[in-house]
Nanobody
Framework: VQLVESGGGLVQPGGSLRLSCTAS????????MSWYRQAPGKERELVAT????????NYADSVKGRFTISRDNAKNTVYLQMNSLKPEDTAVYVC?????????WGQGTQVTVSS
């Protein structure tokens, strides 16, 4: 199983980024997909989750109204659209796939919000 994130980078406050996570080696449409983030010196934080069919989403309070999680099961890919970015959004963003006892992680992509 492999989860590969992309789309991170350096962006100014107020800017936008779209992260992608492409999965291989698993039945993608059967997995709940999530984005987590971890900032230096802080614990890993659950940012957003989307159900296997994409009909249900949940967000951390800190990103509600700014971030949108979506998925394309035909492309085995989950996305995180991040708008109105703030310096406190700076972190490594990691993709997660979960189904019952199976739990897989990507390597992460760095997002830095700074002027």
């Amino acid at each position: 199983v492999q989860l590969v994130e992309s789309g991170g980078g350096l962006v100014q406050p107020g800017g936008s980024l779209r992260l992608s996570c492409t999965a291989s080696g698993l039945s993608f449409s059967s997995y709940i997909m999530s984005w987590y983030r971890q900032a230096p010196g802080k614990e890993r934080e659950l940012v957003a989750t989307i159900s296997d069919a994409g009909g249900s989403t949940n967000y951390a309070d800190s990103v509600k109204g700014r971030f949108t999680i979506s998925r394309d099961n035909a492309k085995n890919t989950v996305y995180l659209q991040m708008n109105s970015l703030k310096p406190e959004d700076t972190a490594v963003y990691v993709c997660n796939a979960k189904r019952y006892y199976r739990n897989y992680w990507g390597q992460g992509t760095q997002v830095t919000v700074s002027s």
